[in-house]
């Protein structure tokens, strides 16, 4: 008899429906869901939905304003700082204190496991942290022998960044959030002998009636070029944690660049899809385009893809779900990130199931 799964999640969510259809194309019982702000409110939901076995996914809060909240003003608690008025939607703000009260709430997560014994987690509370500190991540995958880009270090603001360029004597690098996702609060930074510079981003700076300068996440990517923009962009960004990274090429394809999304499943690579954008950032919520990684890389390219994928899986071994980026050029290729929720790829099929699909009968 098949296990039956619980899921923290948000409901409604393509997430939590995705897998809830997957359930019932198989004949499996629907996935039991605890709402992030139920077990935010009440933790004895959770427990209890965990008390007999099952099969346990975490998917991220989302867009939840009253969760998202609820993780800053945690976050602002274990840090012993103010709690700030709550964030607008999609505004980019608080994200070192948010990540401090997700750390809170995978920790409580963690000992409300130690408590069930029968739960069996797709992913544990310790790589989930690990894989949203997108620097400790890194820096992880990097200690094992796993490619990434050249990492320069945390930075403070603008300055910061530039003179960890200069260091490197590199002109160009990205300026990463380190607890974003989604692209969120990724600058690429270029510069060149004239003076010229240059911030590319979804992050959207916004000068409100004489208040503070704010970002806001948005679905488009833009391009400062104005010394005082590019500027303001990168300090308010790097001010919630964030780290420099040399620049990797990407290749090209037809008038844009692509980068991979793998899948892992069980440390085994699955599912992939080329993104094209005609920008630097390649997400595909930001206009890019999908694309067969067949279409656009030789045999040797794919499995040097699927080889490093395998070794950067092994990186957090006790995890079945991961989704990697990385771009692949010639001989080499570099992980760009390892996403513990990297799994939101509807309707990409490999050996004839989609992510849902394949995630059931892996686990």
């Known amino acids: ?133 997108k620097l400790e991540c890194q820096q992880r995958l990097q200690a094992a022998g796993v490619p990434v880009p050249r990492l320069l270090g945390p930075v403070a603001d603008h300055a910061a960044f530039v003179a960890r360029l200069d260091a490197a004597g590199l002109d160009r690098g990205w300026l990463k959030a380190r607890f974003g996702s989604s692209a969120a609060g990724v600058v690429a930074f270029r510069r060149n002998r004239r003076g010229q510079v240059s911030a590319t981003t979804s992050a959207h700076l916004v000068h409100g009636g004489g208040g503070a300068p704010r970002l806001f996440n948005v679905k488009r990517v833009r391009s400062y070029h104005r010394p005082d923009e590019v500027r303001r962009v990168m300090d308010l960004v790097a001010a919630q944690g964030a780290y420099a990274e040399a620049w990797v090429p990407k290749p090209r394809a037809g008038a844009g660049h692509f980068d991979l999304r793998l899948l892992a499943l069980r440390g085994a690579p699955a599912h992939r899809v080329a993104r094209i954008g005609e920008r630097t950032v390649t997400n595909l919520h930001l206009d890019s385009r999908r694309a067969d990684p067949a279409d656009l890389l030789d045999v040797s390219e794919i499995r040097l893809a699927e080889d490093t994928v395998r070794r950067a899986a092994a990186v957090f071994g006790g995890s079945g779900v991961i989704g990697f980026d990385l771009v692949v050029h010639g001989p080499r290729a570099h992980v760009l990130e390892a996403n513990a929720f990297g799994d939101l790829l509807p309707g990409l099929r490999w050996g004839g199931r989609d992510p849902w699909d394949a995630a059931l009968e892996a686990a």
């Open 1 to 133: 008899m098949a296990m039956r799964w619980v899921v923290l999640g948000v409901a409604g969510s393509k997430r939590t429906r995705g897998l809830r259809d997957a359930c019932e194309r198989v004949g499996r019982p629907a996935p039991v869901l605890v709402a992030w702000r139920d077990w935010l409110r009440d933790p004895a939901c959770l427990a209890a939905a965990l008390s007999a076995p099952c099969v346990f996914k975490v998917e991220p809060p989302g867009d939840d304003a009253e969760v998202h909240h609820a993780l800053v003003a945690r976050g602002a608690e274990r840090l012993g700082r103010p709690v700030p008025p709550p964030a607008e939607p999609g505004e980019l703000a608080g994200t070192d204190l948010w990540f401090a009260g997700f750390s809170d709430a995978m920790d409580r997560l963690a000992a409300t496991l130690a408590q069930a014994p029968g739960a069996r987690p797709v992913n544990p509370p310790a790589d989930i942290l690990a894989m949203t500190d």
